[in-house]
């Protein structure tokens, strides 16, 4: 996490913006080569340093906050990779945070733009919607009818965003319909504590497989899993979007859920298995006004957790070899090739880098391949690869493209929209590789899972 600003007055004129947020911008350019939306669209106002010299104009009453300035914000993914360049510390990240919410002015956008945010806004972040705008596309979802829209190009007819929702589109399993967890799932062996768990929303419903895994891991390394009923969103989608009423409802919910169905006992950390979700959590106090409001444990992502607590001894010993597509097993002379793709709110957001190769490091033969620009953004965030659709695709291949360069058989994604991007983009490639969660990995090496 990064350190609070040091106040100053030059921008004080910007409601609500960190006061001396841009103070530190020397304009030296550090940030263009990190900034996703500088790759794809190659102009200075979709760049940091633009936006940010954009910000000060306004403040000093040159320009004003119209449509067309309104977009070269609405082009930033929010990844932070230029807060993790910038050799000034310039807080983009706050920045950019404060001016979101004034981006959600009606005029500001078309009434399809607006009606399209509201739409996923209305949806994404409640389980319960989601599942039931789901259920019809059952029969569709994972089918040669899918195969079939897709290849024919009848799609388009639909528009860029409906289409890269239709793009994202997984088969649904059954398991992503219902949340089958015991309130209170016990440690398996030795006792070693007490931890609650965030489902997440699109998580949850589009790849269930992840939160299973990540019980049956905590659980093999003596942790107790809580798991409070019917959780909702934790925030994190509408957090992105500025929309901070709608965030506080949510994330008011998640932490009543956790201090009243949880049990008497303490918990020891409340843990979560997307990274998107992880830094919005993390944020609870400054969101809800009062840190006295959040959680009563600290929050942690499950693989900066069980790095940290280290995994039990049986555990580690019962992890066996991964296999290779061909059904071989990998070893010490062909080991198994994977590339972790580094999710923007983990690497950036969160300061996380090293404790989810530390874990996948611990299965044997496992070989990690590092991509040549871990830090630049997939194009998923959020709602950004719907809402931004052609800026997002680019994005996607030249992701793609990095993480099959380096050979790997297995791509492992922590976030949930990342995975979804890419999966979309592996679709059809000559050099395709499986997505898989770290702890799915970690879970069927130690055979609590299949394959």
Sequence with gaps: MHPPVSPTSSDSCLPGLPEGVTDPCVHCGFCLPTCASYRVLGTEMDSPRGRIHTL??????????????????????????????????VRYDQLIEATRPRLNQPELR??????????LLAVLPYPKRLRALLTPLRAYAGTPLQKLARSSGALRLLGPQLEAMEALLPPLAPEGFSDRYAP????????????????????????????????????????????????????????????????????ADLVHRFQHDGGAEPLDAVLVAASGCGHTLKAYGEILGDRSHSFACP?????????EQGLNPGFQASLQPLQHDDGSPASAARPLAVAYHDACHMIHGQGITGQPRQLLQAIPHLRLREATEAGVCCGSAGIYNLVQPDEAAELGRIKIDDLTGTG???????????????RRHLDGSPNAALVRHPMELLAQSAQLISA
Excluded: Y
């Design 299 to 307: 929050v942690q992502d499950v693989h900066e957790f069980l790095a």
């Design 56 to 89: 000060k104009a306004i403040a000093a009453g040159e320009l004003e906050m119209n449509a067309t300035v309104a977009g070269h914000f609405d082009s930033c993914l929010g990844c932070f990779a230029c807060v993790s360049a910038c050799p000034s510390g």
């Design 110 to 119: 078309t009434p399809w733009q607006n009606s399209f945010r509201k739409l």
């Design 408 to 422: 790997a058989e297995l791509i492992a994604s922590a976030n949930i929209g990342c995975t979804l991007q890419l």
């Design 184 to 251: 209170v799932n016990p440690a398996i062996g030795a006792h070693r504590g007490r931890v609650g768990l965030v489902l997440g929303c699109v998580q949850r419903c589009f790849d269930p497989a992840v939160n299973a895994a990540t019980v049956a891991v905590l659980q093999a390394n003596g942790f107790e899993v809580v798991i409070p009923s019917d959780q909702g969103c934790c925030g994190a989608a509408s957090h992105h979007q500025g929309q901070m009423e709608q965030t506080r409802e949510l994330a």
